[in-house]
T-cell receptor
Framework: QKEVEQNSGPLSVPEGAIASLNCTYSDRGSQSFFWYRQYSGKSPELIMSIYSNGDKEDGRFTAQLNKASQYVSLLIRDSQPSDSATYLCAVNNGLSGGFKTIFGAGTRLFVKA | EPEVTQTPSHQVTQMGQEVILRCVPISNHLYFYWYRQILGQKVEFLVSFYNNEISEKSEIFDDQFSVERPDGSNFTLKIRSTKLEDSAMYFC???????????FGPGTRLTVT
């Protein structure tokens, strides 16, 4: 079983629409959850972090976490062509012993003008 | 705004040679990481480092790899005898806490010929 799973896409949405990206993880001890954006040839850029169940909003972005279902999602409202990138879900186990962060393979998002 | 820096941006080396990749984490961060990303593939965790010792390492991080914080600012990844399959982007990241957001450097593209 993969540790962090994402639909590879591509996910294509029209400009102005809501893009919904999903992620599931296998380690129930995971403590922190991140969404990164990665443009081709560039490094991951942090968009959002979420640590507790529920929603967290930051501008056009909303992260949602459900630890019981081991599920994290990212909503992008009013999608723009500049949002076209690969979105990476990352999960950190953090608390006990060593700490590591596992990334999903990413979902490619295309926003059509 | 503080940022993680990495040098060199591109390193070409011959198989069997040693390489050292350098990173300067954000100055008040205490947790450091190395990741690699083979072209077209996911970001893979290599190692986490805190308080001058390795906290956790992945199966990729074998005896050919080592990390060091030689002074108060640099964090290095050494590959002792490079293989063709070590060709990848190597990203350094740092965070202020073990479950906190990680900020990535721009990466070093390593090409082994």
């Amino acid at each position: 079983q993969k540790e962090v799973e994402q639909n590879s896409g591509p996910l294509s949405v029209p400009e102005g629409a809501i893009a919904s990206l999903n992620c599931t993880y296998s380690d129930r001890g995971s403590q922190s959850f991140f969404w990164y954006r990665q443009y081709s040839g560039k490094s991951p850029e942090l968009i959002m972090s979420i640590y507790s169940n529920g929603d967290k909003e930051d501008g056009r972005f909303t992260a949602q976490l459900n630890k019981a279902s081991q599920y994290v999602s990212l909503l992008i409202r009013d999608s723009q062509p500049s949002d076209s990138a690969t979105y990476l879900c990352a999960v950190n186990n953090g608390l006990s012993g060593g700490f590591k962060t596992i990334f999903g393979a990413g979902t490619r998002l295309f926003v059509k003008a | 705004e503080p940022e993680v820096t990495q040098t060199p941006s591109h390193q070409v080396t011959q198989m069997g040679q040693e390489v050292i990749l350098r990173c300067v984490p954000i100055s008040n961060h205490l947790y450091f990481y190395w990741y690699r990303q083979i072209l077209g593939q996911k970001v893979e965790f290599l190692v986490s480092f805190y308080n001058n010792e390795i906290s956790e390492k992945s199966e990729i991080f074998d005896d050919q790899f080592s990390v060091e914080r030689p002074d108060g600012s640099n964090f290095t990844l050494k590959i002792r005898s490079t293989k063709l399959e070590d060709s990848a982007m190597y990203f350094c990241a740092s965070s202020s806490g073990r479950t906190s957001e990680q900020y990535f450097g721009p990466g070093t593209r390593l090409t082994v010929t």
